[in-house]
């Protein structure tokens, strides 16, 4: 479903209150009472699966899954499936600049991606009380997937040449994978690119920001936005770079303290974070997910782009129990503060 998507981040920053809009998609296996290699193989079941955490919750918008092997996958990376963890890939698929040159950009709606497209088509098609969000990885984190991640940290200074290469091809991948989710009706993508977010600040704004930058140019509209994604350890020191990309909104995860981003950040940008997904919503109880989101809004939510997230995507087998009290949560917040 078409929407001023511009509109909607500034009614966002407008709220008082606002929705919550953590990245929540791969916990719908237990509702459909699937394992994780099923959902990931079915189109059909990930848009049931949006669709039942959408009636399920009151959620600011509709995440897809967080997959970050697909886009691997589609250039011919080997991937590790699960019955109960994300898929992950493994090995090293380019380790030279004559095999960086060689290596072909895929079609979009290769090995899974056309899966993942219908999807959305479906479920844009079903969700439409709020917005539907694509998940995408971004260049930096995708080349890493296919030079290795370790390894191409040393590739930034011993074969730059060879990392820009991947990058490049990469960054042509995804804006053509960008622009089908936008066909199929999403009203715009997270990109997750959590590797760049190792980098120092100067070699992310070299092999990371400008890439980006080129989907955002290419993809971005009122009608179709871009959440930026990074949960690396070195992200306050990058916020420049950040803001250069140009996107509509950015969330960041619970290595940091989110609150030096708020202050880092112009009061007209949307900022979402960072309830530790694996160690509080996915281990926690409903005790710690209730404190663990309440110290995040209180001290957040005197500023007035924050909206409140989990730090990542929320893992599969996450109880629903935690999922719920979080969102039970902002609604006491909120609930209280309209009463003070």
Known sequence: ???????????????????????????????????????????????????????????????????????????????????????????????????????????????????????????????TDRPVFAGMIGPFSLAARLLDVSEIMMDCYDDPDMVHIVLEKSTDFLIEYAKAYKDAGANGIVLAEPVSGLLSPSLESEFSAPYVRKIVDAVQDDEFILIYHNCGDNTVAMTDSFISIGAAAYHFGNSIDIRDMLEKFPADILIMGNVDPAGVLRLGNPNTVRQATLDVMNACCSYSNFVISSGCDIPPLTPWENINTFFETVDEFYGNTKNL
């Not at 998507?5 to 009614?11: D, Q, V």
């Not at 237990?30 to 949006?50: C, N, T, Y």
Request: net charge negative; with cysteine; aromatic share 4%.
């Open 1 to 127: 479903m078409k929407r001023n998507m511009k509109k909607w981040a500034e009614e966002m920053l407008k709220s008082k209150t606002k929705k919550a809009m953590p990245i929540l998609s791969f916990p719908c296996v237990s509702l459909l009472g699937i394992k994780v290699s099923e959902l990931i193989a079915d189109s059909e079941r990930q848009a049931e699966g949006m669709k039942l955490i959408a009636e399920k919750t009151d959620s600011a918008a509709s995440v897809s899954l967080m997959d970050l092997s697909v886009e691997a996958e589609c250039f011919g990376a080997d991937v590790r499936f699960s019955d109960s963890e994300v898929p992950t890939v493994v090995g090293r698929m380019i380790n030279d600049i004559d095999e960086a040159e060689a290596l072909e950009v895929p079609k979009v709606g290769s090995a899974r991606s056309g899966i993942y497209i219908e999807a959305i088509r479906r479920a844009s098609e079903m969700i």
